[in-house]
């Protein structure tokens, strides 16, 4: 017979003989926790305990051992195991509730607060179909190359200390790219490499903003950025556009802060021309405000010469140019990077490291090889030549299946499309969805009102034969 104190505490499974040890530690040690045992509560011997439960006594033995080593019981040689002085449950309010499992409510940061009231409109679109904006095409990737890299990298991989946040090879390798194709200016040690642009984007935010400085954000813009500049506590303005871009005419408050897309404007696609881009670095200049160019699939470019990026105009160090890997690549792969002045390198080194915004070495040494043998190279011409193909066919076919519903905006790179139109872009796109389809409603992306509407749509990762279904069910929707 158990001791009367202890039964109903241990009840042990004997048809799990094996983990009888086990399940005796992991009762005796609930009942301690909880305080259904108590200070000076002293367990029977080792061998009367054994006895009654009718376990072995190593049994037994091991279980006292462990709790003994583990400070809930004081064990001294003579003496009958006794509860642990000191050990005081945690108060239960309400123990329905605590029985339950009800969790207490957290009294949350400001920080958390701020990104818990960001409007950005993260919808659950559910597995990735036509037209999943933003999305590379898996399908036409080059996997046996990537993985010849990624098994190189694991193989050759050195333990390397905690500090080692960005690997020379790839920052020598990006250098070497964004300078010869974007035209940016940077040192192989100005490029600080983040888990994605999102994380470089926070970063900067992080070493820019105090709370209440006033950040400028595209109106519509990329909802992302919003985010991050808001937990960063800043007070962001949405700013409209013009046919060239950000429209600074006539605005009298101050930023702090702009963030820009310039190659290929969220969501609009549209390109900033060369006047609105020098009109911008004056009145950062004049104002003392920092740019962030967000240049996150300028890889692909279709129409005309690519326009050299915002970064490489100037000379002053005003410019954060952020890119990523997730839309030249793959959506997962989850690397991004940000050009930084070279006076903050040493800070965005701490920030980056004591934020834990690292990327594995070995992704690091697999990416680097993937662009010194001219992997990430070809693929860039092979998908430029899809995706144009592929912007094409979704224009033509949502024209030709929509009959003039939507104006469609030819974007010149990039993996998106606009296609204006007056309806209730939130109402068709829920009806999208239930037709099987993805769109994002621009209006969405406005901060505050939205003077414009129509559906956002990716077209980079779709075969034609997807494409032609998804433009065929856009029209039955909209018939
Ligand atoms: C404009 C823009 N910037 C940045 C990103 C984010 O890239 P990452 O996945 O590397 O955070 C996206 C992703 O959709 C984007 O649309």
Not at 323 to 341: E, W
Not at 394 to 412: K, N, S, V, Y
Request: glycine letters at 10%.
């Amino acid at each position: 017979m158990l001791n009367q104190t202890l039964s109903g505490l241990v009840d042990l499974d004997r048809g799990d003989a094996a983990l009888l040890t086990r399940q005796l530690y992991e009762q005796l040690r609930s009942a301690i926790a909880d305080g259904r045992l108590r200070q000076g509560f002293r367990l029977p011997s080792s061998r009367v305990l054994a006895g009654q439960l009718d376990v072995s006594r190593n049994t037994v033995s091991a279980a006292i051992d462990q709790l003994g080593a583990e400070g809930y019981l004081d064990i001294a040689r003579g003496r009958r195991p006794s509860i642990a002085a000191g050990l005081v449950p945690p108060p239960v309010a309400d123990p329905a509730k605590a029985q339950a499992g009800a969790t207490a409510r957290q009294r949350l940061s400001g920080w958390a607060r701020r990104i818990g009231r960001s409007n950005w409109p993260f919808q659950h679109e559910g597995a990735p179909r036509p037209f999943a904006p933003g999305l590379a095409d898996g399908r036409a990737f080059p996997h046996d190359i990537w993985g010849r890299c990624l098994r190189r990298a694991a193989r050759n991989a050195r333990p390397r200390g905690g500090s080692a946040c960005n690997r020379p090879a790839l920052q020598q390798a990006l250098a070497r790219y964004l300078v010869e194709h974007r035209s940016v200016r940077t040192e192989p040690r100005q490029i600080i490499v983040t888990p994605s642009a999102q994380a470089a984007i926070e970063l900067i935010a992080r070493v820019t903003l105090e709370v209440g400085d006033v950040a400028w954000l595209e109106s519509p813009g990329y909802g992302g950025a919003r985010v991050a500049l808001e937990a960063a506590g800043a007070h962001v303005t949405g700013v409209p556009l013009d046919r060239s871009g950000l429209d600074l005419a006539g605005r009298k408050d101050r930023p702090r802060l702009i963030f820009v897309t310039p190659s290929h404007q969220y969501p609009t696609g549209k390109l900033m021309p060369i006047d609105r881009r020098l009109e911008l670095l004056r009145f950062s200049k004049s104002t003392g405000a920092v740019l962030i160019e967000d240049d996150y699939d300028s890889e692909f470019h279709y129409d005309g010469r690519p326009v050299a990026s915002l970064q490489g105009l100037d000379g002053a160090g005003r410019v954060f140019y952020v890119g990523t890997f997730s839309k030249v690549m793959l959506a997962d792969i989850r690397v991004g990077y940000a050009v930084v002045p070279e006076s903050l390198i040493e800070t965005f080194e701490l920030a980056q490291r004591h934020t834990g915004q690292l990327v594995s070495a070995t992704l690091q040494d697999a990416l680097s090889e993937f662009m010194d043998d001219g992997a990430y190279a070809a693929h860039i011409r092979r998908m430029t030549r899809l995706y144009r193909a592929r912007r094409d066919r979704l224009a033509q076919a949502l024209t030709a299946e929509t009959r003039g519903a939507f104006a469609i905006d030819l974007p010149a790179g990039g993996m998106q499309l606009l296609a204006r139109c007056r309806q209730d872009d939130r109402l068709l796109c829920a009806r999208l969805a239930e037709a099987g389809v993805t769109a994002r409603p621009l209006s969405n992306h406005y901060i505050g009102k939205a003077t414009e509407r129509g559906l956002f749509l990716g077209f980079a990762a779709w075969t034609d034969q997807e494409i032609d279904n998804g433009a065929n069910l856009i029209g039955r929707v909209v018939a």
